[in-house]
């Protein structure tokens, strides 16, 4: 028999708010010191390259947004650049460039001291590791937001870069923590700026 549907959603909603009370303390001091690296690197007119593959893109491009139009009020925008994942042209047989897609782009926009954000909800793709090997080369800050299973993504990080590691295995909670995370920095660097707004 099948649930009352009415029931389910309810049960949905508990699932959510449950994951992201479960991970909420371990995320405040690194959401903290994200928000203040950023607001220092842009503040010194550093761009933020922003990546993140399949569902995460969303919060990619929610946190593009965020940071170039403004969050709760109008203020000046930010720099801030979605990398894509697109193969360079040239010979399909040229493993190094297959491998990292993000490398072109990042040589070509990030300079030092711009800030790589990258979100990865698990497992993280090749694609994703190149683009943390990119910015470390150019001399990128780096903050990753990572899930169960980036163990590769972690191993690439060093003491002053800032990860966001959120201990669950399963895709769409993490998703919904990631979302959530983009609007706490966001609030975070505006009230760093302007103050506490409403």
């Known amino acids: 028999m099948n649930a009352d549907p009415q029931q389910q959603v309810i049960e949905l909603f508990h699932r959510s708010i449950e994951a992201k009370m479960s991970v909420g303390e371990e995320l405040a001091a690194p959401l903290a010191a994200a928000a203040q690296r950023l607001v220092d690197q842009l503040l010194q007119g550093n761009k933020a390259l922003i990546c993140g593959e399949g569902l995460s893109n969303a919060a990619a491009t929610t946190l593009s947004r965020c940071l170039t139009h403004g969050y709760k009020m ?21 493993i190094s460039a297959q491998a990292s897609p993000y490398l072109q782009p990042i040589n070509a926009l990030g300079t030092e001291d711009d800030v790589l954000i990258l979100f990865s909800a ?18 990128l800050h780096i903050i990753a937001f990572t899930a169960t299973g980036d163990h590769s993504v972690s191993h690439l990080l060093n003491d002053n870069d800032i990860e966001l590691h959120v201990a669950i295995d399963d895709q769409y909670r993490i998703q919904e923590i990631h979302q959530l995370c983009v609007f706490c920095l966001c609030d975070l660097i505006e009230n760093h700026l302007f103050g506490e707004h409403s």
């Open 74 to 94: 109008q203020r000046p925008g930010f720099a801030a650049l979605i990398l894509q994942a697109e193969a360079a042209p040239g010979d399909l047989n040229d």
């Open 122 to 139: 698990g497992y993280a793709s090749i694609n994703l590791l190149g683009a943390v090997e990119a910015a470390r080369a150019r001399g």
